[in-house]
């Protein structure tokens, strides 16, 4: 994620930017900075957290000019600190950028760089495009940006201005959003369009790989050859409101939504060909050496991601995996030694039971990961190695984005982890690698679809007071966080259960108004799980099936069906939860609930 926005023309900069980056906050707040040209230099302001921190800073310390941007962080790549905050500037301190996005082959570039005498300030890949751009300035700022794009990888936008250049702005993007807004007498432009609603309506989506100059008298745009293209300037309707949540009436569902985008995030780089690399991660065979066990912690949703966490991690690698509820494992009195891997599992890597437990295992001397989506966050910085999950920032109280990238997260993890110790053969991650590619797509698809059962479900059971989600093996943690997401948003109790548990007491429940959700896709338990079904059908209970497209025996048996798209089972609770965050979420908000913040909860629990 992250925010940028820019500004040309006669009002403060400043203004303008802050305006903006309080829009586009949504995006990242680990870090805010502007970059103001004023005829006789550029004038950098940063400060780390919210935006107001760099409010405070602009008051004490002014940056004055009609040309400017700014940007909100959201840290990929460094630690959110100081150094590592936008706008980057150029070793000649001319030029300064934003960027909104990951320069994927930054090491490569940064080599180069530093064989050249570069020195480098932060840890970001944004500051080596900063230096590859003052490196090829030839006076023309555009020509320049035309030319370093060419050496570009992975996904931007990016605006950058040249204090001998003190008019305009350049900005450019591949496959992150950039949009201009058009005034009279000034311009500018901006992640999203909220960011510019305070000004102007006029806006321009800036096409794929084109560059944008942007000065007070006008908007050039060229395509990739350089030649110039017409602008297409569109009048937007979006309310500031809305704009924010792009259209969605909630966090919730603009977050379900950006699954497919999340999910190719987090594995973008980290599949080549037909296999995993988590060279990132620093994994090594030897640092693995003596792993006789791997302990799972974490809390909540988390925590059911660590439970299917546990299965692909025994699957791929072999060793023993048990996974803890971090506020239990805490008072447990663990057992913990060297031969023990941790794995501490946290979007937002601040849960103060799943810190706590870490610290006690640090202590006993066990090896750490983190797999977490917030970067520099507390869980991270205290593990010997992170998997970042790249989601962006979630928003919604009610995890869904984050748990769905926690899973391919885990799937990366165990198949790397088996491949370092030779327990994966070349044809199983292929398979895997192949399923992971796939996975955008589908989840894609499935919501494409608008789920009309989900809809139809939710209206007709939002009145009772209890719901049962069953599943077995790596779906048996789905029905538990499906229950999960309906109970913290629409206040209905849900039960997660293991099917062949239902017989074991639950059972008794069931009678002609009580609705079962049952997780049954493709895979080993399909068969079974559909006998579970079987028992709750012949006792009258009501059935809605999450299967597999075209499993005729579910259609039959289901009172509602609700289909996924195919896939390798061990992927299957990414595509399977999917239609479960919806029913939790057409449910609570046909009761009228405030979906983002549901009573009584807080998105980052720092407390025990
Ligand atoms: C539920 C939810 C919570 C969190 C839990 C752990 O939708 O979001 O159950 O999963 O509080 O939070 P993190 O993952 O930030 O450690």
Redesign the pocket.
């Known amino acids: 994620m992250c925010g940028i926005v820019g500004y040309v023309g006669s009002r403060e900069a400043t203004e303008v930017l802050i305006e903006g980056l309080r829009r586009l906050e949504y995006r990242g707040y680990d870090s805010a900075g502007v970059a103001v040209l004023n005829g006789s230099g550029v004038q950098v302001r940063k400060a780390v957290g919210r935006l107001s921190a760099l409010e405070d800073e602009l008051r004490t310390n002014p940056a004055k000019g009609g040309v400017g941007i700014g940007h909100t962080r959201w840290a990929t790549h460094g630690v959110p600190n100081l150094v590592n905050s936008h706008p980057h500037v150029s070793y000649d301190g001319k030029l300064s950028i934003i960027h909104n996005g990951i320069i994927e082959n930054y090491r490569e570039l940064k080599n180069e760089l530093l064989e050249q005498g570069v020195q480098f300030k932060s840890d970001t890949d944004t500051e080596v495009v900063a230096h590859l751009l003052a490196k090829n300035y030839d006076g023309d700022l555009l020509a320049t940006v035309h030319k370093v794009l060419k050496r570009l990888r992975g996904a931007y936008a990016i605006a950058v201005c040249h204090s001998d250049e003190p008019n305009r702005i350049i900005a450019t993007r591949v496959g992150s959003p950039l949009v201009i807004g058009v005034g009279e007498g000034e311009n500018f432009l901006a992640s999203d369009v909220p960011a510019l609603l305070k000004y102007t309506r006029k806006v321009i989506f800036l096409a794929e790989g084109c560059l944008a100059e942007v000065t007070r008298e006008g908007v050039r745009l060229f395509n990739t050859e350089m030649q110039p293209i017409e602008a297409t300037v569109t009048e937007t309707d979006l309310t500031l409101d809305a704009a924010e949540k792009e259209g969605y009436e909630h966090f919730m569902l603009k977050e379900v939504h950006e699954q497919p985008h999340a999910l190719s995030e987090t594995i973008r780089g980290r599949i080549e060909g037909e296999r995993i690399d988590l060279s990132e991660l620093g994994l090594t065979a030897d640092m693995l050496h003596g792993v006789n066990r791997i302990a799972i912690l ?5 925590l059911y991601s660590g439970m299917v966490g546990k299965y692909l991690l025994e699957r791929f690698t072999r060793i023993p995996t048990e996974t803890w509820s971090a506020s239990e494992f805490r008072y447990a009195d663990p057992v913990i030694d060297p031969g023990m891997l941790v794995v501490a ?4 890597g ?2 103060a039971d ?1 810190l706590e437990a870490l610290r006690i295992v640090k202590a006993g001397g066990a090896r750490t990961i983190a797999v977490c989506n917030v970067m520099g966050s507390s869980i991270p910085r205290h593990c010997d190695a992170t998997l970042y999950t790249r989601a962006g920032p979630e928003i919604g ?3 869904t984005k ?1 748990y769905t990238t926690q899973l391919a997260g885990f799937v990366l993890l165990a198949v790397g982890i088996g491949r370092l110790l030779n327990r994966v053969s070349d044809v199983e991650e292929a398979r895997i690698v192949q399923g992971l590619r796939e996975l955008p797509a589908q989840v894609k698809s499935l919501l494409d679809e608008d789920i009309v059962a989900v809809k139809r479900c939710a209206k007709r059971y939002k009145d009772v007071f209890n719901f049962m989600y069953i599943g077995r093996h790596f779906n048996y943690p789905t029905a538990m966080e499906g229950a ?2 309906l109970k ?1 948003i629409s206040y209905i109790h849900a039960e997660g259960y293991a099917g062949g548990e239902m017989k074991h007491g639950p059972l008794a429940l069931v009678e002609g108004t009580f609705p079962t959700i049952a997780i049954a896709p493709q895979g080993k338990t399909r068969e079974k799980l559909i006998s579970n079904v079987q028992e709750i059908k012949a006792r009258k209970g009501v059935v809605v099936m999450v299967s597999t497209h075209g499993d005729e025996e579910a259609r039959e048996l289901a009172d509602y069906l609700i289909e996924i798209p195919a896939c390798e089972e061990e992927l299957s609770p990414i595509l399977a939860v999917v239609p479960l965050q919806l029913l939790a979420y057409y449910t609570a908000t046909q009761l009228g609930r405030d979906v983002d913040k549901p009573r009584n909860l807080a998105k ?2 720092t407390v025990e």
């Open positions: 974490a809390c909540g949703t988390s599992v946290s979007q937002s601040e849960t799943t109280v009610a995890s984050a999960l997401k913290e980052s629990v």
